[in-house]
C-alpha cells in the first residue's frame, strides 16, 4: 500500500511536470501571473482576470496580482474596487510605486486629498523624479486653493515635457479657475491630440463649453463620447438632456429609445422613458406604458415596477390594467401580493374602507407577514383618523419586521399628525438609515436641516438619496438649489441638465439654469431665461423678482420698471407682477405712484389682503406716522372678514400704539374664526400674562401650554414668563435656564431669567442676568418689554446696597 501511494504521486506529478512540474504554490500564482499581464497587454480582459484571481487563490504574497486586477477595475469604472485593490497591493509590496500613483489619483476622486498627498510624497521620497507623483501634489493643491504652488508644480513639468497630457489638464483648471476659458480650451485641445481617448480631459472640455453655452459643442463633445463608449449609459442621458433643454426633443426620445432596446430585461431604462414621456409628451404616456405591458406580458415583477410608476405619477386608472395583469400572472407569490396591495391602497385612496378591509383579509389568509400589506393598514388606520391605534400598530410591525423604511416613515406621519415632531423625526431618520431615498422621510429631514442652515448634512442626506434615485425629479431639484445656494455651479449645472429630461414642467430647468447664469454674474442671459418662464407663467414670481435684480446688477433700473410696467398692463391681474413693481418703485422713491398703483389695483381685486399690507407701508413712509396704517388695515378687513394677515398686521399695530385691549380683542376675534395660528396664540397669551390681572395672566398661561414643548424659543419663553408670574417659579426657571443656552443674546429672555433668579432668591446671579439684558438691548439698539422695570429694579438694588 505504501509503495502504491508514492507511485500515485511520482504519477501525478509527471503529468503536471508539461504545465507547472511539481511547483510551490509561490511559482504556481507567479506564473498565473505572468499570463495575466500578458492577456491584460493583449486586451483580452476576462481571460487576464481568469488568471489573476487564480494567482491570488494560489498565493496572497504578490501585490502586483492586485495591481493589475485594479487595472482591470479601472478599465470598468469599478473604482471602489479598484481602490480596495490597489491598498491590497501595497499592503503586500508597499514599495510598488505604480500602486501608489493610481491610489493617489483615486483618492483625489474620492476627495481623499491627504491620503492622495501622503501616496504622492512617499511615491517621491524613492523617485525624486516621478513626474505622476508631482503632478499628484499639483491636482490636490488646486483642490485646496493653493493655485500658485500647482502652478509652480505644472510649469515645472511642461518647461521639460511640453506635451505632457495632466500638466496640460491641469494648467487647463487653472485657467478655468481664472475664468480665462479660451485658453483652458486651448491647452485641452492640444492633449486631446496626444490622447483622443482621455475621458477626464472630454468630461472637462464638456463642461466648459457648458459654462460658455456653447451648445453646439456640448452636444458634439457628448456625442464624440457615445462613439467611442458605446456601451455607457450616463452619457446618453446626458446627451438626451441636453437635446430636452434646446427642444430638440425628437432626438433626446431616439436617445432613450436606443438605451431601452439595448437594455431589454432592465425596467430603469424603460420607466426613464415614460418620465421623459410624461415630461415632455403626455398624451403619449398611457399607449407607451400599455405598449410595454403588450410586450413583457410574462415579466411580472417589470409590469409591476411600471404599474407603480403610473400610480405615483398619477396615472392610476391606467395602472389597474397592468396590475391586474400582474396578479392573473403572478397569483399569489411576491409580485401578485404586491400587486394586489397597490390595488387596495388605490382604493383607500378613493376612501373605499370596505373594499380596503376585503383586500388585506384576502392578503393576510395567504400571507398574514407581508409587509406592504401591514403597511396598507397602519394608512387605513390613519385614514380612519384612528391615530393611536396607528402608532401602537406601526410600533408593533417595527418590533416584528426589524428596519422597514416605509414603517418608520409612516410612524413619522402619525406622530406628525400627534403633533409630535421629536418622535416624528426619530422616525424619519431611522426610516433613511434602512433607506436613504425613501422621499417622504428625505423630504421632512431634508427640510429640518436646511431650515436649521445645517447645509453641509442637509447635503449628506441628499447625496445618498440620488446615490439610489439619480434621476428623481424632486432630489435633484433640490440638488440643484441647494448647488445654487452654495455656489457649486458645476454640480449644479449637472442636475439642472438631468432635470431637462425629467422634470413635467419644462419651466423648472429654465427657471434654475437662469439662478446659474444670475449666480456666475451672467445677467443679461439670466434675464432672457427668466422671461421666457413669465410668458409661460406670468405670475411666477421668483422670476419676476429676479428679472429685476439682474436689471439692478446690470445698473437697469429703467428696463426693468419699463418690463414690469408692459407686464402688468398685458397681466393687469396679477398680483405678483404688480408687488414687484411697486418694490421698484418704492426702490426710486416714488410713493405716488406706488399708492396710484395699489390703490388701482384694489379697485380691481378688492379682497386681495396683500395690497392693503403694502399699501399701508407706502401710507406709513408718506405720512412718517405709524398709525396711518390703521385704516387701510380696518378698510382691508371690511371687505376681508377675519383675514389673518390682516388681522395679524392690525393687532401688531395696536401693540406698537401700546392699546393692549384692542390688540387683545383682534388677536381674540382672529382665534375664534382661525384657532390653528400659533403666532396669534402666542402674542395673546403674551399679552395677557404681561398684564397686572391675576385672572387675565392664568388666562395666558392656558393659552401657552400648548407651547410646553414647543420647538419654538419664543413660545416656549411665553410659557415660562407665564410660569413665573402665576407662582410656579422653579419650573419657569429650569425652561427658561435651557432656553438661554440656546438663544443667549435675546434680552427678553435674560429679563425673565432675572426676575425667576430674584423669585428663588439668587439676587447675585439676577443682577448679572438683567446687566446683560441692557447690555443686549443697546448693543442691537432696540428695546424690549420690561426695560424700565429692569433699570427700575438695578437702581433699587444700587440703593439697597449703598444704604
Sequence with gaps: MKITQISSVVFACSLLLQTIACSSPEEVAQDHLQKGKELFEKGELDKALLELKTSSQSSDKFGETYYYMALLDEKSNNFKSMRQNLIRALEIEPGLTSAKIKLGKLDILFGDLEKALEQAESALASDSNNIDAELIKASVYIRQSKKDQAAEIVNKVLKDSSDNIEALSIQAALYAEKNEIDQAL??????????????????????????????????????????????????????ASIYSMTDRLGEAESLLREIVEKSSDKVDPKIALIEFLNARAKDRVVSEYESMLSSHQQQGKLLLELSKWMVASGYTEVAKKGLQQVVNLEKNNEAGLAAQVILAEIALINKQYDVVDSALRDIFSINPELIEASLLKGRLLLMQNKTDDAIEFLNKLVWNKGNPDDVYSLLGQAYLIKQDRKQAEKSFKQALEANPANLIAFSQVYGTYLQAGQKETARQYLEKALSIKQNDVLLLTNKAELDILEKKWDGAQDAVQRLALFAREKSTPIYLQANILQGKGKYAEAIDLYDKVIQQFPNHLNSLI?????????????????????????????????????????????????????????????????????????????????????????????????????????????????????????YKDLLDKNPGINLAVNNLASLLVESSDLVEVKKGLELARVFKDSDNPYFQDTYAWGLIKTGSNSEGLKLLQELILKEPKLPEFRYHLGVAYINAGNKATAIGEFKQAIILSEKQKRNFSGKDEVKKILQEIENSAGN
Design 546 to 666: 429676479n428679472l429685476a435684480r439682474s436689471y439692478e446688477a446690470l445698473k437697469q433700473r429703467d428696463r426693468a420698471t419699463a418690463y414690469l410696467e408692459k407686464h402688468h398692463a398685458n397681466y393687469p391681474d396679477e398680483l405678483n407682477g404688480v408687488g414687484v413693481l411697486s418694490d421698484i418703485y418704492m426702490a426710486n422713491n416714488d410713493f405716488v405712484k406706488t399708492k396710484k398703483l395699489l390703490t388701482d389695483q384694489i379697485l380691481r381685486a378688492p379682497k386681495a389682503g396683500s395690497l392693503y399690507l403694502a399699501l399701508a407701508k407706502v401710507e406709513v413712509i408718506m405720512s412718517k406716522k405709524i398709525e396711518s396704517a390703521k385704516n387701510v388695515y380696518l378698510e382691508g378687513l371690511e371687505v376681508n372678514k377675519g383675514d389673518p394677515q390682516l388681522s395679524m398686521a392690525l393687532a401688531g399695530l395696536y401693540e406698537q400704539l401700546n392699546d393692549k385691549q384692542n390688540a387683545i380683542k383682534v
Design 186 to 239: 486651448g491647452l485641452i485641445n492640444k492633449a486631446l491630440e496626444k490622447d483622443p481617448k482621455n475621458l477626464p480631459l472630454r468630461l472637462f472640455k464638456i463642461k466648459l463649453d457648458a459654462g460658455l453655452n456653447n451648445i453646439d459643442s456640448v452636444i458634439k463633445g457628448y456625442q464624440e463620447l457615445i462613439q467611442l463608449y458605446p456601451d455607457v449609459n450616463n452619457f446618453k442621458l446626458s446627451l
